[in-house]
């Protein structure tokens, strides 16, 4: 079975910082690995999404990679701002392609 | 806009009473699927349909059914059997092949009085 871990499962950071969010996935047999953010009672907006055989995606300030080997992904998120305070779901592809999601991590940046 | 509409968005839910969630979606996508999400824990599977008429089970399907008769349509009963129903309920579809993303609707808030 497919475990998805997020940690730390809370951040707080002054604005203008750089986020480092991981995930890590239990089976590296994964096919792709897409990140959501969710603000408080909304549904999730997909960020970026990385196929299995992609090493990294970037759009704007996002950066997101892969390692399939060591069963990680990273999200980056530039210069970090108040509006980018949310959270920050990883979801893996089973192959079955049906998604296991971590517990997510809940980013605030402080003004 | 092509995209995923859930309603209602807040849903209030008696004892012993059966509800329905709806979800549609304009995205010509194929498959269909509906999540749970409670504080702290990450979503999981309740329901999927990777076609029309044909439905499948997820992860925690106990006390819930499903249809899908349009492929725009995936309706969510909650009924009497599902003993905590108390959730965030999150609707979600993908286009074919395994390079697609998934897309999600707003939600549906539901709590037992």
Not at chain 1, 21 to 29: E, M, P, R, V
Not at chain 1, 62 to 83: M, V
Request: aromatic share 10%; proline share 4%; glycine share 8%.
């Amino acid at each position: 079975k497919q475990e998805v871990t997020q940690i730390p499962a809370a951040l707080s950071v002054p604005e203008g910082e750089n986020l480092v969010l991981n995930c890590s996935f239990t089976d590296s047999a994964i096919y792709n690995l897409q990140w959501f953010r969710q603000d408080p009672g909304k549904g999730l907006t997909s960020l970026l999404l990385i196929q299995s055989s992609q090493r990294e995606q970037t759009s704007g300030r996002l950066n997101a990679s892969l390692d399939k080997s060591s069963g990680r992904s990273t999200l980056y998120i530039a210069a970090s701002q108040p509006g980018d305070s949310a959270t920050y779901l990883c979801a893996v592809y089973r192959n079955d392609y049906k998604l296991s999601f971590g517990a997510g991590t809940t980013v605030t940046v402080r003004a | 806009d092509g995209g995923i509409t859930q309603s209602p968005k807040y849903l209030f839910r008696k004892e012993g009473q059966n509800v329905t969630l709806s979800c549609e979606q304009n995205l010509n996508h194929d498959a269909m699927y509906w999540y749970r999400q409670d504080p702290g824990q990450g979503l999981r599977l309740i329901y999927y349909s990777q076609i029309v008429n044909d439905f499948q089970k997820g992860d925690i399907a106990e006390g819930y059914s499903v249809s899908r008769e349009k492929k725009e349509s995936f309706p969510l009963t909650v009924t009497s059997a599902q003993k905590n129903p108390t959730a965030f309920y999150l609707c979600a579809s993908s286009g074919q092949g395994r390079w697609n993303g998934y897309t999600f609707g707003s939600g549906t808030r539901l709590t037992v009085v």
